[in-house]
């Protein structure tokens, strides 16, 4: 990921595949074969013992035995130490916990910037390697596989190569020179990646391609006439941007080519169709667009890649604002658990490697616990097998008036459903619910049941069990149309007090009053959660943001329509006159 101090990721089978599967338990079980280097020693003496593997010849073997696949983020990439980001130091004992997980793979994302002389001969500090060295071998004595790379340097200073050409290729290549040196004896369970997310200023983009060729073929040449395992080391080459579009995977295949070297391993990146993943522009669902586009993602991969043999390692996929944790959630939970379902999926049977971007938001670093354990259980099914969905995981049952059945669409995805259940009781199929084709309907007397008293907000959560993969939840919500009050502030920020009575925001239109659209993205009406607008439940109030404030014309009334996920909406009016705003409701 290329972005400064950013909690969260921006972003950005088949036979064969039960084969590769298969091939990666007789990989784990498999003995040495020129695989031994001496673990780096835990802190207090201890060195842990690397498990003998034997990295498969085929490069599409070794890449599939890696699967699945995760991203040390937010650490050894951190800006401009490893704990600057909020992660505590990474530990042997994080590595344990992502081996038992199911993981067979780690990627270890670094930012030498700040450890490395800016001047030539651009000498990387001994103690930073040494540290870079200790975590590799932390995760190597695990028995995983290691994806190493240069990171932000992508955007601190490899971006000004067009500008500074010189300069940049000659600190690129004694970057390289010196991590091949450091690395070389380590086992070909380690592979490089020449440069994450690589971007250059003021070109075009046929300039990119070049330069990106210029510094993977340099690349290339460091590593492999650098001496021990580098010779045959796997070497991962990105496309510009890590982007997964035709024309850019096109020409990495045929620089790729070029390279007439079988142990090369393409790379992209993939969260999503964007205004799905940050929520702008009405991308609140993982709608048939956001199916689209993962669907044609993975067979853009399959096609100029897989089809041809050149393996494919998805280095980080997610979705860009989603989850957080410090900030109201983007993305609603049910859509995105569709999404990793789906993503899983199509990974499965294009037959490509993923590594879940992770810089702190899925494993809590403190604790080695995961912090949803719901939504990992989903990805971690993805990888074997399919899990039925549903149209929404939520039933909003409205408390002012009568309770009424609520019907929603279930997804088998190929599996069959097996009926609702409430903790560890089964309802009654016929008394509770029935199922009709695909609709599931949950009766009045059930909903009337489950709600019990009636008090807004989630009153009971049900699962729709299928024959196979994770079961899907169904928060049973009691609910009434919010309320929104009149409220003044500054352009800093205008906090509307808001009585939420269960609903949850899923986003806000802003219009003028000649129908134009308000706020910073001004090619929507839609604005961009939690970067235009943001709920606070808790504190029972609304905030429009000073860069949503600040976006607003002068004197213009503004007429808002915030749209709740009950399907409620309701209109506000917000008006800029100098340093202050006024707000009123309808």
Do not use: C
């Amino acid at each position: 990921m290329n972005h400064a101090q950013r909690p969260v990721r921006p972003r950005r089978h088949g036979p064969g595949r039960l084969a590769s599967l298969l091939l990666t338990l007789i990989v784990m079980l498999a003995t040495a074969g020129g695989t031994a280097s001496a673990a780096s020693a835990e802190p207090g003496g201890a060195t842990p013992s690397r498990p003998a593997i034997r990295v498969p010849a085929a490069a599409a073997d070794a890449v599939a035995a890696m699967q699945p696949s995760w991203n040390m983020g937010n650490t050894l990439d951190a800006i401009p130490d490893e704990t600057s980001w909020g992660n505590p130091p990474a530990t042997k004992a994080l590595f344990d916990t992502i081996r038992s997980q199911g993981f067979r793979s780690v990627r270890i994302p670094v930012t030498w910037t700040d450890h490395q002389s800016a001047t030539a001969p651009y000498t990387i500090d001994t103690t930073f390697m040494n540290r870079v060295k200790q975590v590799v071998d932390w995760a190597l004595a695990d028995g995983l596989y290691v994806v190493v790379d240069i990171h932000h340097d992508s955007w601190q200073w490899i971006a000004n190569m067009p500008a500074d050409h010189d300069r940049t290729l000659a600190r690129f290549n004694a970057s390289w020179t010196q991590i091949a040196a450091a690395f070389k004896d380590e086992p070909r369970t380690l592979l490089f990646e020449s440069i994450n997310e690589p971007q250059f200023n003021n070109a075009s983009d046929a300039q990119k391609t070049q330069l990106l060729d210029e510094l993977n073929t340099s690349f290339h040449s460091i590593v492999r006439s650098s001496g021990g395992q580098n010779g045959s080391r796997l070497l991962v080459l990105p496309t510009v941007g890590s982007t997964p579009s035709q024309d850019l995977m096109e020409h990495l295949s045929t620089a790729m080519g070029a390279l007439h070297d079988n142990n090369l391993v393409a790379t992209v990146h993939y969260y999503g169709y964007w205004p799905f993943s940050v929520n702008i522009a009405g991308g609140t669902r993982f709608d048939a667009t956001s199916l689209k586009d993962m669907t044609d993602a993975f067979a853009r991969m399959r096609d100029v890649f897989v089809a041809k043999g050149i393996p494919v390692y998805v280095g980080e996929f997610g979705l860009l604002s989603y989850p957080d944790y410090f900030q109201p959630d983007v993305v609603e939970r049910g859509e995105a658990l569709k999404y990793f379902e789906q993503f899983g999926h199509l990974a499965r049977t294009t037959g490509v490697t993923t590594a879940l971007w992770d810089a702190y938001n899925y494993l809590n670093r403190s604790t080695l616990q995961w912090r949803d354990p719901g939504l990992i259980a989903q990805i971690r099914s993805s990888w074997s097998t399919r899990s039925g969905t549903a149209s929404f995981d939520k039933v909003f049952v409205p408390k002012s008036s009568a309770v009424t059945a609520q019907t929603l669409t279930l997804n088998p995805n190929g599996t069959a459903f097996q009926g609702l259940w409430q903790g560890g009781t089964r309802l009654v199929a016929g008394r509770d619910y029935t199922v009709s084709g695909s609709q599931l309907t949950l009766t009045a007397a059930a909903l009337t049941r489950l709600t019990g008293n009636r008090a807004y907000g989630v009153n009971a959560t049900l699962q729709a069990r299928f024959s196979q993969g994770v079961p899907w939840p169904i928060d049973i919500i009691t609910y009434d149309t919010p309320v929104l009050a009149g409220a003044t502030g500054s352009t800093g920020s205008l906090e509307i007090p808001t009585q939420y009575r269960g609903d949850v925001l899923a986003t806000m239109e802003a219009r003028y009053a000649d129908g134009g659209n308000a706020g910073q993205a001004d090619w929507t009406p839609y604005q961009q959660f939690n970067t235009a607008f943001s709920p606070d439940y808790p504190g029972s109030s609304l905030l429009l943001t000073a860069g949503f404030l600040g976006a607003l014309r002068e004197g213009a009334p503004v007429t808002l329509v915030f749209h709740f996920w009950s399907g409620a909406t309701v209109t506000y009016h917000v008006t800029k006159s100098g340093g202050s705003v006024t707000g009123t409701a309808s």
